[in-house]
């Protein structure tokens, strides 16, 4: 800016001398050789009012007490236009002063007329012209600010004029954009930052304030600032804690939970760099009612978070500092404690309770352990409460760490099951709620003798009245409430008062063995809950009694018989009224509460539920057992009170039920279940499928097998038809079907041309040039050409479900040089190579080459794109008495194939 002010200055140094030679004009003379301050040679003269924008316009980047007396006279005068004397009928400075042959010269050396130009508040040229003449003469911004220690100007009346007008600009950095350049510059070595602009106010805050708004418009906070000077810099950072209180009160919400977006007033919600430094300083840090924002937003940005963390007051922890990314610190520890186990569990010596297994491997890398330094600041995060506030208040975090201990797949849960207190061969479990248990009515009564209802969707109750309600979740849970069957007399078979009538309940449940397994790693025991209420209507009532008769139970399927026996009753509890505290049953880990979930058919007085369990081992079942097996459970009791009483209760079964579940090694150890398409079993009809994962690809691991049902699209033409699961790590595979398929398995075929590849997919060329190998002493000479390809087939065309892709290609009498590598979308990772360097994916004479993709997501084709290098040359040969023959060279891929 200052030099191209200089070029218009020297421009108009004649046209300035001519104006005003006759009356002693100023002329503009360099101070120095090449330099781009200028001083004014005349500083007595004094233009009119109508010359005043013209003067400074040529003047502005000059060393002048004249510029600044005339801008002091202008702005002044202008805003305080209305109280001037003898200003007549005019509304503004410039309507009044203006004449046409007194345009001022604009940025770019146009003429302006600046007639109703409010020079104040203009946000181009004199803007412009303002900073200028503030980066000229330092001492111009605390003269016309009043500040302590600047001699006043002549012309400087009533400063809050002047206060006023800069307080506007450097408030509005991003309006008053040359301005706030020139600001920068002036400030950049310290100036007006040692305290002196803090000693003047305006608009309620002082003009250290106002300059820091400036300055904060410039800021990148990146460490290598492009605007700002060092000095800047860290005069601006050390303003931290005055900046987060300035947000705090603000009330702004200026990170979004995904991103920073404007919000309010302060700085830190106008500019993200500042936010960024409010976020991250000891001050953001440490205030509670912003921190955990300040936490979420650093993990957002992926650096910075364990420094975050470690400036916290309660937070000291070696190493955290150098943690960029949190998720992936717990993603990747193993758990191990390295020493720093609570004593509670018996591992904080690892001489304990701790699982044999482990209890050198949870010693420190050191110490002849497993347990690297990440795992050590995992374990002293989790032990600091102030910490796992942090990391509980970030999504993404805390589906890392985990809630709790319980969910596989966090690091919580790999913690805890390496310091179990575990001895010998026991198998460490975890007991998991799985939606498994369906009423039914459908199996027969094994003692047809009996009279009663198996789970119907109503309620009986004495002398035979029906009446039909709705349960609390229609076809999920039905239960059977007492039906009067038959009377029993008590005295000499005399009916009448002092008489029983005597309810027969009953209830069957299945459970299968399939939904237990898919939900599930590997089942040990399966516990199916039943509940059941009784209630006393009016005072005839005796008190009612349940009687749990022993039943026989299966877990069979419709050709072998997997289990079968009798079972009493498992960790019943009588005597606790879970339905009044809201409690749940022993052995049940659902998270339903019985009082919400099921509907008393006289809720009033229904005030009781009670429970008892059924344990079954299943350990010992294969796969193929579990997958065609089930448990059917008969639950009966009776009541029985005083003749003519209103006697009734209700029994079902819970349709949650407890499974203990195997916890391997592979969870233990923290390591990663995988899979691959060749280990989808899918279904004849393609419903459904059957993944196997095994643990890291080790297939001597017991693998986990996962159920899943697909979902299916029918393609536009209608000739395709998609079937999509869902794995149990949230990754989909896709199968594709065709009937009409010309062919085995189903294609697609994409001819390469230029709307779909960026490059040149053939080539080819021919040479009459003779090529004497040996000079003149040759006895053979040559003709060669070359033809060479380069080229990418963009993002898109590799649908999902493609299990292999096959590529035709030709090429000329010899291929030096044909590769194809594919590349993920989201990452640019090799997901699939072949060609000539890969012989088992080549073949020269087919012209083709075939780059299998079956072990390959969904997740990685997507926008996934191919890259294709070739070379090839021709080489005709002869004597040197014969002329060989033209060489023509070619090279092409011409083709796509998709194998589904």
């Known amino acids: ?72 006279r202008l702005l002044y005068e202008e805003r305080n236009f209305n109280t001037l004397p003898n200003k007549g009928s005019y509304t503004s400075w410039s309507n009044e002063y203006y004449t046409s042959d007194a345009n001022y010269i604009g940025i770019g050396g146009t003429s302006v007329n600046w007639k109703g130009k409010v020079f104040s508040t203009d946000t181009g040229d004199f803007d412009a012209f303002l900073g200028n003449s503030l980066e000229a003469n330092p001492e111009m911004f605390g003269q016309f600010l009043g500040l302590p220690g600047y001699e006043n100007s002549d012309y400087v009346k009533g400063y809050d004029t002047f206060r006023n007008i800069f307080q506007e600009k450097l408030s509005k950095p991003e309006i008053y954009k040359n301005f706030s350049k020139s600001i920068v510059a002036l400030t950049k070595d310290g100036k007006y930052l040692d305290g002196s602009s803090a000693s003047v106010s305006y608009n309620g805050e002082t003009f250290s304030y106002w300059i820091l708004c400036a300055l904060a418009y410039y800021y990148e906070g990146d460490g290598s600032e492009t605007y700002l000077s060092n000095t800047q810099a860290q005069w601006l950072e050390n303003q931290a804690p005055n900046l987060v209180n300035r947000y705090v009160s603000s009330g702004a919400t200026a990170f979004n939970g995904s991103k920073w977006v404007a919000s309010g007033n302060s ?44 400036k916290h007051n309660s937070i000291n922890i070696a190493g955290l ?22 004593s509670g569990s018996g591992c904080s010596s690892h001489t304990g309770a701790c699982n044999a297994i482990t209890k050198a491997s949870c010693k420190p890398v050191n110490q002849g352990g497993k347990a690297t330094a990440k795992d050590v600041i995992c374990v002293q995060l989790h032990k600091n409460s102030t910490a796992e506030g942090f990391l509980l ?105 002092g008489g029983q009538e005597w309810y027969s309940l009953r209830c069957a449940s299945i459970t299968d063995l399939n939904t237990v397994f898919s939900g599930t790693n590997s089942p040990q025991k399966v516990t199916i809950t039943y509940w059941y209420n009784s209630c006393y209507p009016n005072d005839n009532r005796t008190q009612a009694d349940y ?59 229904h005030s009781e539920l009670y429970y008892k369990s059924y344990t079954f081992d299943i350990s010992r079942l294969t ?18 009170g005083t003749d003519g009483g209103q006697e009734d209760g209700a029994v079902g079964p819970y349709h949650i039920a407890t499974v203990e579940d195997k916890i391997d090694s592979c969870d233990i150890y923290g390591h990663d279940w995988q899979t691959t398409r060749d280990l989808i079993d899918w279904s004849d009809d393609y419903k459904t499928a ?20 697909s979902t299916a699209v029918k393609s536009a033409d209608g000739k395709r038809i998609t079937y999509t699961v869902t794995g149990y790590k949230g990754e989909t595979f896709t199968k594709v079907d065709s009937s009409s398929a010309d062919e085995a398995g189903v294609t697609g075929t994409l001819t390469l041309n230029k709307s779909n590849v960026s490059g040149n997919n053939t080539d080819e060329s021919w040479s009459n040039s003779i090529v004497k190998p040996g000079g003149d002493k040759s006895s053979r000479c040559y003709k060669l050409a070359s033809s060479y390809i380069k080229f990418s087939i963009k993002e898109g065309y590799i649908p999902a479900g493609t299990q292999k892709i096959q590529f035709s290609f030709y090429g000329g009498e010899e291929i030096f040089d044909l590769n194809i590598m594919i590349y993920s979308g989201s990452n640019g990772k090799i997901i699939g190579m072949g060609g000539k360097t890969m012989p088992q994916t080549y073949n020269e004479s087919a012209g083709l080459i075939t780059i299998p993709l079956i072990s390959n997501s969904n997740e990685e084709l997507a926008d996934a794109y191919v890259v294709v290098t070739g070379k090839a040359h021709t080489q005709n040969w002869t004597s040197v008495s014969s002329t060989p023959s033209t060489a023509h060279s070619s090279i092409g891929v011409t083709q796509m194939k998709l194998y589904f």
Not at 321 to 341: Q, T
């Open 690 to 709: 059957t993944i196997t994962y095994y643990c890291n690809n080790n297939k001597k691991e017991d693998p986990k097998i996962y159920h899943a049902t």
């Open 267 to 310: 700085l830190a919600g106008k500019y993200e760099p500042v936010y960024n430094l409010c976020a991250r300083s000891s001050a953001g840090v440490n205030n509670a009612s912003k921190n955990k924002e300040f936490f979420n937003y650093v993990v957002a940005s992926g650096h910075g978070a364990g420094a975050f963390l470690n």
């Open 623 to 640: 796969a193929d057992e579990l997958k065609n097996g089930y448990i059917h459970v008969i639950a009966q009791g009776h009541i029985h």
């Open 1 to 72: 800016m200052i030099q191209k002010i200089k070029r218009i200055a020297i421009s108009f140094i004649l046209m300035i001398y001519m104006l005003f030679s006759s009356t002693g004009g100023s002329v503009l003379v360099a101070s120095a050789e090449g330099s781009t301050t200028f001083t004014v040679a005349d500083e007595s003269f004094i233009p009119t009012r109508s010359f005043y924008p013209y003067y400074i316009s040529v003047n502005s980047s000059c060393t002048s007490k004249l510029v600044k007396d005339l801008w002091a």
């Open 321 to 342: 500092s150098d943690i960029d990314d949190m998720v992936s610190l717990f993603n990747l520890s193993d758990g191990w404690c390295g020493g720093l186990c609570a």
């Open 393 to 497: 208040s970030n999504e993404s975090i805390k589906n890392a760490y985990g809630t709790d201990a319980s969910k596989s797949e966090t690091w919580q849960y790999r913690h805890r099951v390496k310091h179990m207190g575990l001895t010998g061969s026991q198998v460490p479990t975890d007991k998991v709620a799985v939606d498994a248990v369906r009423a039914t009515n459908s199996i027969p009564d094994p003692d047809s003798s009996r009279q009663g209802n198996y789970c119907p969707n109503g309620y009986h109750e004495g002398n035979h009245r029906n009446t039909a309600i709705t349960p609390r979740k229609s076809g999920t849970m039905t239960k059977d409430y007492g039906y009067h069957i038959e009377k029993r007399v008590e005295e000499m078979g005399e009916s009448g008062p």
């Open 547 to 605: 009687i749990g008769e022993l039943t026989t139970w299966s877990a069979s399927s419709s050709k072998i018989q997997l289990i079968g026996g009798a079972l009493g009753w498992v960790n019943q509890d009588e005597n606790t009224d879970y339905y009044g505290t809201g409690g749940n049953p022993p052995l049940y880990v659902g998270d339903e509460n019985p009082r919400d979930y099921y509907m008393s058919y006289e809720s009033s007085d």
